[in-house]
């Protein structure tokens, strides 16, 4: 084969098996959604994320990593949930971030749980 042929084979291939969500759990995306008026479109995606980050938290020999991403997916829902007006949806994905948080043992997790815990109620 040609060095260009698999070269476009290896492109596609990493492409597929490396696809970034549009909506990262990240400040900076998070404002960015805001931004665009993308909230309520980043909401499900903010929630795939946790989801599978939970799975993966199970699934894995060491869990912590996942268990903060987790919780960094589930505190951007419960924001997004919280400013689009989806109130019972912003306490529920709080407090799913404040149970990844006590999982995780990370005290920063455990502080931004109950940080979007503390705005959803407030």
């Known amino acids: 084969m040609k060095p260009t042929v698999l070269l476009a084979l290896f492109s596609l291939l990493l ?10 759990p990240t400040p900076p995306a998070y404002m960015q959604a805001i931004l665009r008026g993308e909230l309520k479109e980043a909401l499900p ?6 989801r599978e980050a939970e799975e993966n938290a199970q699934a894995s020999l ?6 903060q991403v987790a919780v960094e997916a589930y505190s951007f829902g419960a924001d997004a949930a919280r400013e689009t007006g989806q109130l019972q949806k912003a306490i529920k994905y709080g407090e799913k971030a404040l149970e990844m948080a006590e ?16 705005l959803v109620y407030v």
Do not use: H, T
Not at 62 to 67: G, I, N, T
Not at 103 to 118: C, Q, T, W
């Open 62 to 67: 060491f869990p912590q990593y996942y268990w």
């Open 103 to 118: 999982k995780s043992g990370n005290p920063a997790s455990l502080f931004r749980a109950i940080d979007r815990l503390v």
């Open 45 to 50: 995606s903010y929630e795939a994320q946790a």
């Open 15 to 24: 492409a597929l098996g490396c696809s970034v969500p549009k909506y990262q």
